[in-house]
């Protein structure tokens, strides 16, 4: 009876060593992805190449703007996005806490940063 303690020590040790080589083989075998931030980059650079513009700047380039802080940001990328989804244009005067004078000036800084882009 002594023989048989040390065969069924081995069984569950052999198991485990499996499982673990198995999950190794298996991590391995997974195709590399590309880091998240990185795609995302490349996508924004290939769709917004060219000036800054309304539809491609991001919250933080949005808060540089004339009359726009952290709330506005947040809010005109919201905007942005319910109407991509919706398939309408983007109307400055439509987001909230944006009235016709922060428009305009956003509209005549975007105007600034093209000319300077050319």
């Given at each position: 009876m002594e023989s048989d303690a040390p065969e069924r020590l081995e069984w569950p040790v052999w198991g485990f060593v499996g499982a673990?080589?198995?999950?190794?083989l298996l991590?391995?075998?997974?195709?590399?992805r590309p880091p998240?931030?990185?795609a995302a980059r490349?996508?924004?650079?290939s769709r917004c190449a060219g000036p800054r513009s309304l539809l491609c700047d991001s919250a933080f380039e949005l808060e540089a703007l004339p009359g726009v802080g952290e709330?506005?940001?947040l809010a005109i990328a919201q905007a942005r996005w319910e109407a991509g989804?919706?398939?309408?244009?983007?109307?400055?005067e439509d987001v909230p806490g944006i009235g016709p004078e922060t428009a305009r000036?956003?509209?005549?800084?975007?105007?600034?940063?093209a000319r300077?882009?050319?």
């Open positions: 673990l080589g198995a999950g190794l991590q391995r075998l997974e195709p590399a998240i931030p990185e490349a996508f924004v650079e709330v506005r940001a989804v919706a398939g309408r244009p983007l109307v400055l000036a956003i509209r005549a800084e975007y105007a600034r940063l300077g882009h050319e």
